[in-house]
């Protein structure tokens, strides 16, 4: 699976994450302006170290910034640990973004967090982050299970009979053939404690935007690939998922070496 071919939106993010830099960096000029006078008058030292906490602020943002942008290209590689400092700063950035994207582009609010999870599953997919399959979790939502069926799997997924009425048999069937943990989950605050005992090392989370958006928050610095579900019948009720895309994702991120030997 090739990035720049599977996450096509993460540009858009991308480009307004650096009108949001060019704000919050206009804004802080500003304000470094106007205090100077004022603060000036109180202690020149203490002017000068405004001035120069503000510039370092100012620098901390662009070179956040420039290694998403760096890392999104490819150009050269990115230790793990600044690129998950990275991922935060895009969570960070969201409120800004979406202001400015609603009032240049008229961007609505599920179209940039489509495009910030195209962002991050596009950073998660540069190859930086490998993974042996076992501490790999397939993270999803109960509204994948068909909703007549008795045999329900938020507690237990080996409930699943694999009936091929809905799609968590063929999740599961991902799951025993590479040895994945999976949970299914009816919420966020389940889907976070779940989280907290499975201790994963990366997720692959499926859910619509709203809740991969904020997952993909809640859960850092553990890197996330999400994987959007369909909507055929309204949200959250028999919700369907890409199946193809949920084994992409695990191939993307498994140790092969590691998965090799084990089997």
């Known amino acids: 699976m090739k990035c720049n071919e599977s996450y096509k939106t993460y540009p858009l993010y991308l480009k307004l994450s650096a009108l949001s830099c060019m704000v919050i960096t206009?804004?802080?000029?500003?304000?470094m302006y106007?205090?100077?006078p004022g603060l000036e008058q109180i202690?020149?030292?203490?002017a000068l170290v405004s001035e120069i906490i503000g510039g370092i602020i100012i620098l901390i943002v662009w070179f956040l910034w420039f290694l998403l942008a760096i890392a999104s290209a490819g150009a050269t590689y990115i230790h793990p640990i600044l690129l998950r400092i990275a991922n935060r700063f895009i969570y960070l950035l969201f409120p800004v973004?979406?202001?400015?994207g609603r009032v240049f582009i008229g961007i609505k609010k599920d179209e940039l967090r489509q495009s910030m999870i195209d962002l991050i599953n596009h950073l998660v997919g540069m190859?930086?982050?490998k993974v042996c399959p076992e501490r790999i979790l397939l993270l999803t939502p109960h509204c994948l299970q068909e909703n007549t069926c008795i045999h329900k799997v938020t507690h237990d997924v080996y409930n699943c009979k694999q009936c091929g009425r809905c799609q968590v048999g063929g999740l599961l069937g991902i799951a025993k053939?590479?040895?994945?943990?999976?949970?299914?989950?009816?919420?966020g605050?389940?889907?976070?404690?779940?989280?907290?005992e499975a201790k994963p090392k990366a997720i692959i989370a499926i859910a619509c935007e709203r809740?991969?958006?904020s997952g993909m928050a809640d859960v850092f610095p553990i890197p996330v690939i999400g994987v959007l579900n369909q909507r055929p019948n309204g949200p959250c009720c028999n919700t369907t998922v890409d199946i193809k895309k949920v084994r992409e994702a695990v191939e993307l991120l498994i140790d092969k070496d590691t998965y090799e030997r084990n089997c």
């Not at 206009?26 to 304000?31: C, D, E, H, K, V």
């Not at 202690?43 to 203490?46: A, E, I, R």
């Not at 605050?189 to 907290?196: D, I, N």
Request: include cysteine.
């Open 26 to 31: 206009l804004i802080m000029s500003f304000t």
């Open 34 to 36: 106007i205090v100077w």
């Open 43 to 46: 202690s020149y030292t203490l």
């Open 97 to 100: 973004s979406l202001g400015l």
């Open 127 to 129: 190859k930086l982050y």
């Open 177 to 187: 053939e590479y040895g994945c943990q999976f949970i299914v989950v009816t919420g």
């Open 189 to 196: 605050t389940l889907a976070r404690m779940k989280v907290k």
């Open 211 to 213: 809740d991969l958006a």
